[in-house]
């Protein structure tokens, strides 16, 4: 499926046998080795793969047809730097808004004449009848307005109107006296604004006296969304600024708000601030006591490197993206990342601005990498490792003789190697400690598990330091 060749096509056949000509041949279970000529691999039981120009000669890039990523929708991003911000999440929880409060009172000595089918945490209409209430003062007032009204006196009359209003009758019961010329004994008590009723104080036949609380309306057009922001994070946050909320209770409405103040007294047990959100609520689906979890967006970074949070591979200790290089070719980059900001992630060191990442379709990538039995979490290693350093396993001895040892180790992680079976000959730096590499093999023998160390030269790997160990430590063997 995948192709190690260039995805440019030549023009002639001499051209194209040129293209054609092998740069090396290799081993797939151990890329880092190059040959000259093809033949057996000497590790494995298997023929040397033929490595051709414009495959890239990298042994930590892998090579795709640029067809078949085109085929498979592979999508490609640029690195960028911008700005950037850290969202907090938090929770919160409905509350009344505390500013759409309406509180109905008697306004003069009264009684209750009737109440209507009230009780407290009703949900109520604007202008619903709450009570009947009868006041002596309202009646004597409206009398002595009427009384002027037949002596046809502008200025009397006035003057009684005005009494009206002094003694606390609402204008719209001055307007009903007035049009209807007559005496209105009993004042229905309306709810002033659609909400819920708080309180409700009032029982037919009982006595008013001036000023007592009859009932307390809060409103539900707008509501108060409280959350508890650590004081660590709440630096940037503004009033006025948007927030998004989810409602436990409203599962796939997303709720958008704005911050109306952010309290100023700290929280001492919890180290936190109070930030007050407001939410319209036209339909009254939010109700006091419902909780959410709340999405602030903190101050803005600038100038922040960043790549499309898809193309971050976590493989659990560390994060790696696929960068696209020329013709076809991909290789892993281990990278540090940081903060997460919507589709967004923060890259800290490993990348540079205007370099290429895969954003979809690193399964191919993978599969073509194990088809070549490398593992792609292990790549990076392998390019960074420098050529000359050592590289340490743990395996069992299967046969010592004047070639060198075998043995059944576990995976080479620094060279991307795979646990397997092979023979290494003794560096000549460790023949030449030990004086007598027949006494050396005389103290291995065959079934001994052994720490060894290896190193990279030009006609293969070489074995630099062995030693026996104890069977009590468990490190991975290969079988």
């Known amino acids: 499926m995948a192709s190690d060749m260039s995805s440019e096509t030549a023009p002639d056949m001499p051209q194209e046998s ?18 000259p000529e093809p033949g057996k691999s000497p590790f494995m039981d298997m023929q040397l793969v033929p490595r051709y120009a414009g495959g890239g000669g990298d042994s930590a890039a892998i090579s795709i047809d640029g067809s078949i990523t085109q085929n498979l ?80 006196v502008p200025a009397l009359m006035e ?23 007559s005496v209105q004994t009993v004042w229905t008590v309306t709810v002033p604004m659609a909400g819920m009723l708080s309180t409700l104080d009032v029982r037919e ?16 057009q707008t509501v108060w969304l409280e959350a508890a922001v ?11 600024q948007a927030v998004d909320a989810a409602l436990t209770a409203l599962p796939g409405q997303p709720i958008t708000g704005r911050i109306d103040a952010i309290l100023p007294e700290l929280s001492r047990d919890s180290r936190s601030l109070r930030v007050r959100i407001e939410l319209d609520n036209p339909s009254g689906a939010l109700r006091p006591g419902m909780s959410a979890r709340v999405r602030l967006q903190g101050k803005a970074r600038q100038a922040v490197l960043s790549v499309p949070t898809e193309a971050v591979i976590k493989t659990g200790k560390r994060s790696l993206v696929m960068l696209a290089l020329e013709k076809g070719r991909y290789q892993p980059q281990e990278v540090l990342i940081g903060m997460e900001s919507g589709e967004r992630t923060e ?25 070549l039995g490398i593992d792609v979490t292990t790549l990076n ?74 190193h990279q030269t030009e006609d293969g790997l070489e074995i630099t330091q062995i030693a026996p160990v104890s069977m009590n430590d468990t490190q991975e063997v290969a079988p």
């Open 18 to 35: 040129e293209e054609k000509a092998a740069l090396y041949w290799y081993d797939p279970m151990f890329p880092q080795q190059h040959f």
């Open 159 to 181: 003057a009684a109107r005005q009494r009206m209003r002094l003694v606390g009758m609402p204008p719209a019961l001055i307007a009903k006296v007035v049009h209807q010329a």
């Open 73 to 152: 929708g592979t999508r490609i991003a640029s690195v960028t730097r911008g700005p950037l911000t850290q969202p907090l999440d938090v929770t919160g929880q409905v509350g009344f808004n505390e500013r759409n409060v309406s509180i109905i009172q008697a306004r003069r000595e009264g009684f209750v004449e009737r109440v209507y089918a009230r009780a407290p945490s009703d949900i109520v209409a604007q202008d619903a009848p709450l009570a009947d209430l009868l006041i002596p003062e309202w009646i004597r007032a409206q009398e002595e307005y009427l009384a002027l009204r037949g002596m046809k």
């Open 347 to 371: 890259i800290v060191a490993g990348l540079q601005e205007g370099q290429k990442v895969i954003t979809s379709g690193q399964f191919l990538l993978d599969s073509e990498a194990s088809l």
């Open 381 to 454: 290693d392998v390019a960074t490792t420098p050529a000359d350093s050592e590289h340490e396993a743990r395996g069992e001895i299967r046969d010592i003789n004047a070639e060198g040892v075998q043995i059944a180790h576990g995976p080479l992680h620094t060279l991307g190697m795979p646990g397997m079976t092979m023979r290494f000959p003794l560096s000549t730096e460790l023949q030449n400690a030990t004086g007598d590499t027949r006494a050396l093999m005389q103290a291995l023998k065959i079934g001994s598990h052994v720490n060894f160390a290896v």
């Open 230 to 240: 650590p004081e660590s994070d709440a630096h940037g946050l503004v009033a006025g």
């Open 205 to 220: 036949g009982m006595t008013l006296a001036t000023g007592q609380t009859l009932a307390t309306i809060n409103g539900l």
